[in-house]
């Protein structure tokens, strides 16, 4: 008797202060958050990227994140990060807020394995958004080709954009901000501040909206767009919706169409910075668009996402936007081209969102703007 007790006081004493023969300690049951429609756990997959901007699924389960100082890491299906980041990348420019931003995968990447890279890089007159492509084979990008490069390029520190989202017809879209020149924006022979369509290999479409207009950049499918920094194909439509950042507020939602000038800078809800002066002309002109959806005062958004899974069924065909202020993940209920009801959760859970991603396994994923950013999951809290 004495000896039984003797050794259950061991092992609970092991088990207290740890032993180097002891098993791993299992992580402690995640907090639960009760939402509006659903209760939900913030599973946290990776730990320690540093300032996480961009996340792609690769078929076999897998994940890519984007490192703005400018490194690709690979994520394994046990949500192990790999310590090597990938080799081969395009050679990019850790300037301000540019760096490596985002990624996104070939509609055919099964076949061809070509991995789309935005990012900031060097050139004649300063630094620009480019977007570079390549082959990904084990732990490196072969065959790496630059197929879009911004120009004019430019002097300062913000405002690089950038979003790539492929269509159902594999017409590649990047998203640009003004580089912090808002003239720019409505600038016909300027990418700054517009949307760009292109052919998967850099071509033109023979039907983008400015092709044969003399003094037009052909690549240009919108104009008059701020920071557009999430991007998403809404699930039933096939339209390409993105958001971009106010000054001081009016961060907007908007639908992409051919041709149209999204009004910046002569028409915003937002005013300058400090001094809360009018911008332009005010909010409203003819033949500049209105957007969808807006937010006075800004929250900051970068990423963005439509749920499309069945984990969390009444948020199916919400969508989601990331907030960098106030450090929140906003649900937006649509009725068409309509928001009808917003909802902000995760209010300085995990931090600054970066970036929303619909997972194929029907979770939602989210990325930190951290020096110890997060990868993380959201989970139903029954599962």
């Known amino acids: 008797m004495h000896n039984a007790l003797h050794s259950r006081r061991l092992l609970l004493l092991l088990v207290l202060v740890g032993s180097p023969y002891s098993p791993v300690p299992l992580p402690a049951r995640a907090q639960t958050i009760n939402t509006q429609e659903h209760a939900l756990r913030v599973v946290k997959v990776v730990e320690g990227l540093e300032h996480p901007w961009g996340l792609a699924f690769l078929p076999e389960g897998r994940m890519l994140v984007t490192e703005r100082p400018g490194r690709l890491r690979i994520v394994g299906k046990d949500g192990r990060l790999d310590p090597q980041p990938v080799a081969g990348l395009p050679q990019i420019a850790a300037y301000g807020q540019g760096g490596l931003l985002d990624v996104a995968l070939h509609p055919r990447f099964a076949e061809n394995g070509l991995v789309y890279l935005s990012y900031a890089a060097r050139g004649d007159g300063g630094v620009g958004t480019e977007v570079a492509r390549g082959r990904l084979a084990g732990n490196r990008l072969e065959n790496v080709q630059v197929i879009f490069r911004q120009q004019p390029k430019g002097s300062t520190e913000r405002h690089f954009g950038s979003r790539l989202v492929f269509d159902r017809e594999g017409y590649l879209y990047i998203t640009l901000g003004d580089r912090g020149e808002m003239e720019r924006a409505q600038k016909p022979d300027d990418h700054a501040g517009s949307v760009i369509r292109m052919h998967d290999d850099g071509r033109v479409p023979k039907d983008n909206p ?174």
């Open 210 to 383: 400015f092709v044969g207009r003399p003094g037009w950049k052909p690549e240009k499918y919108t104009l008059g767009n701020r920071n557009l920094q999430g991007a998403a194909l809404h699930p039933q439509t096939g339209l390409l919706w993105t958001h971009e950042h106010g000054p001081q507020g009016g961060d907007e939602i908007n639908v992409i169409r051919a041709g149209v000038n999204y009004g910046w800078p002569v028409i915003t809800y937002g005013v300058n910075y400090g001094t809360g002066t009018k911008i332009g002309e005010g909010t409203h002109k003819p033949g500049m668009a209105q957007p969808l959806y807006y937010w006075v005062p800004s929250i900051a958004p970068s990423g963005m996402a439509f749920y499309t899974g069945d984990r969390f069924p009444r948020w199916r065909g919400n969508l989601f936007v990331g907030a960098l202020r106030d450090e929140m993940l906003v649900r937006l209920r649509l009725d068409g081209e309509k928001v009808v009801k917003e909802e902000r959760m995760l209010r300085g859970v995990l931090g600054r969102i970066r970036d929303v991603r619909n997972g194929p396994d029907g979770y939602l994923y989210l990325l930190t703007d951290s020096p110890n950013g997060v990868l993380a999951r959201l989970e139903p809290a029954d599962r």
